[in-house]
């Protein structure tokens, strides 16, 4: 965890609406927790409705400003896309700074593809999606190179990780195929899918710049007081 210098009064402010949204995903996950996350639901532990697949190139846009922290994009992530309760699974991950700062981080489907540059041919385990823009990883074609890791972490998100084996990478946001859950399901509606008209790559910044940035707007760490 990253510590960076914010006001007392702001800490407790922050961890009191921490403390909230936690309250909110545990007691979710305890209503859920005797369901199959294989079952008819899809695994979703927050709702069962899908909407219409998007068609059109996008990608998800993320308020970071709104994050509250509480893991609930982690948790349906993990369910609806690999049906497992492990988090490392998911394919948003939510980087907390103490005093409070969450930063949610997804793949932002940059439209030069670094990750997709570096993937050796003879792998050809990064592709786009013809129809949402996402870049989707074959796990099965993965050769464990880091390569895609080394060029997102280099000057974007950094959400490329490897398996706990070390032998695939994961991380990469497929949209769900054109109907993101972790979308639906934020309670602070900070995730939004954006058309593909914008360039995905302003908002690929690592987590810590973003935390930075965001530290001298909402805590005014900078003033003197």
């Known amino acids: 965890m990253i510590r960076l210098k914010f006001s007392r009064r702001d800490f407790m402010i922050g961890a009191l609406v921490g403390a909230a949204a936690g309250a909110g995903v545990l007691g979710a996950l305890q209503r859920k927790s005797a369901s199959d996350p294989s ?3 899809g695994g979703s532990v927050f709702h069962t409705d ?9 990608f998800i846009s993320v ?3 709104r994050c509250t922290g509480c893991g609930i994009c982690e948790a349906e992530c993990a369910l609806v896309r690999e049906k497992t309760y492990d988090t490392w699974r998911s394919r948003i991950r939510v980087h ?3 005093p409070p700062l969450d930063i949610a981080s997804i793949c932002a489907s940059c439209n030069d593809a670094p990750c997709v540059k570096a993937c050796p041919p003879e792998a ?5 999606d013809p129809l949402t823009g996402a870049v989707l ?6 050769i464990g190179c880091r ?3 080394t060029a997102c972490a280099k000057d974007r998100s950094d959400v490329i990780r490897m398996s706990r084996d070390g032998k695939k990478a994961l991380g990469i946001c497929d949209l769900c195929g054109g109907d993101p859950a972790c979308v639906k399901v934020c309670p602070e509606q900070c995730l939004s899918l954006v058309p593909a008209n914008q360039d995905g790559r302003g908002l690929a910044a690592n987590p810590l710049i973003i935390a930075r940035s965001l530290a001298h707007n909402i805590y005014r760490s900078g003033r003197d007081s």
């Open 124 to 128: 050809n385990a990064l592709t786009r």
């Open 63 to 65: 308020d970071h400003a």
């Open 137 to 142: 990883l074959n796990e099965a074609k993965c």
């Open 50 to 58: 899908r909407a219409a697949r998007i068609t059109t190139l996008s």
């Open 147 to 149: 390569a895609c890791l």
């Open 39 to 41: 079952g008819n639901s």
């Open 96 to 98: 907390h700074f103490e």
